[in-house]
């Protein structure tokens, strides 16, 4: 092992990542004594974590934290053309004491669409950061002065139309639907300071029904849970891009809203912009959830269920969400 490497960072206190890799490879029989580390075992099980080593080192070496979790990613992760350090070292946002980075493959290229790209959208189930790394993109644009201001809008189910029939000021009737936003900009933000930029209107949130006649200049644009957009609505929000400014559409096509028999705008814009020169898609899977572990099997066993309904003869997919 090379001087410069700090063991302790690399296997953790106590040594939880070098037990991590020894039940990621239940055959190798790893000894570590002093700076020398031996691998022993079947040889595509030794090569396999001879590159996962080698990557762990390259992110201690570069002073990222090295968890057991990260052990795992790297080791599952499937990077053509790149390595795990390379998507796991990669920066987007550093705030609050905490760096913001792809912890996937798929979070990796959905990032470089966005930096790349006027309009991204970014598809996939629950937890796979299409909203927070939006965000963090944001943030990382308006620090820089690639933007004036941040946009982020949400359809309400009811598609802004019945906002009035709620009680409260608009602020109030407005919250719940973007509270989530609220939530991912505290993460990147110092809370007094998010306040000043809302007063200024610096960042704005809104429901998407409030973005109709405008245009958008010079702005970072973010339409969250776009599943819930109407085809007409999403085609108002699109043209409402302005100069110098960048679009970021999110959604989950297996969680919509919508009354039933109304068609999402998500799941049709793919169809018709897909020729489109700089506008980017991004399908993000369950190899890209990056919440509890469960999650990912939950989106899966979801996924294995649809399809055997869809499939059934007979059967009836009636009231089913999306």
Not at 16 to 33: F, G, Q, S
Not at 90 to 118: C, D, M, W
Not at 138 to 163: C, F, M, W
């Amino acid at each position: 092992m090379p001087e410069g490497i700090d063991l302790v960072a690399l296997f953790g206190p106590a040594e939880a990542n070098l037990r991590v890799l020894e039940e990621l490879a239940p055959d190798v029989d790893i000894h570590c004594r002093e700076r020398d580390l031996t691998l022993e075992g079947p040889t595509d099980d030794v090569d396999a974590l001879v590159t996962t080593i080698g990557e762990l080192k390259k992110l201690v070496a570069a002073g990222h934290r090295i968890d057991e979790e990260t052990v795992g990613r790297v080791h599952r992760m499937e990077v053509p053309g790149a390595s795990a350090s390379e998507v796991l070292g990669e920066n987007i946002l550093s705030s609050r004491g905490r760096t913001v980075r792809p912890k996937t493959f798929g979070q990796h290229q959905y990032v470089n669409a966005i930096r790349t790209h006027t309009i991204t959208f970014g598809v996939g189930p629950a937890g796979t950061g299409k909203t927070y790394l939006a965000m963090a993109m944001a943030v990382n644009a308006l620090q820089h002065k690639d933007v004036s201001r941040i946009i982020l809008t949400r359809p309400a189910v009811e598609a802004g139309e019945k906002l009035g029939f709620l009680p409260g000021t608009l602020n109030e009737k407005i919250d719940p639907y973007v509270r989530p936003l609220y939530d991912a900009l505290h993460d990147m933000i110092e809370p007094d300071r998010i306040r000043l930029l809302l007063d200024s209107g610096t960042i704005e949130v809104a429901p998407l029904a409030y973005m109709r006649g405008r245009t958008l200049n010079d702005a970072f644009v973010i339409l969250d849970e776009a599943q819930n957009t109407t085809p007409e609505q999403m085609k108002m929000f699109l043209t409402r891009l302005g100069f110098n400014s960048r679009m970021v559409v999110t959604g989950d096509a297996t969680q919509i809203d919508l009354p039933g028999g109304t068609r999402s705008g998500l799941k049709v814009v793919r169809d018709i912009l897909s020729g489109v020169d700089d506008i980017a898609f991004c399908e993000l899977t369950s190899k890209d959830v990056v919440r509890h572990s469960l999650v990912s099997a939950i989106v899966d066993a979801y996924d294995l269920w649809s399809a055997a309904e869809e499939s059934a003869p007979g059967r009836s997919r009636k009231g089913s969400r999306g």
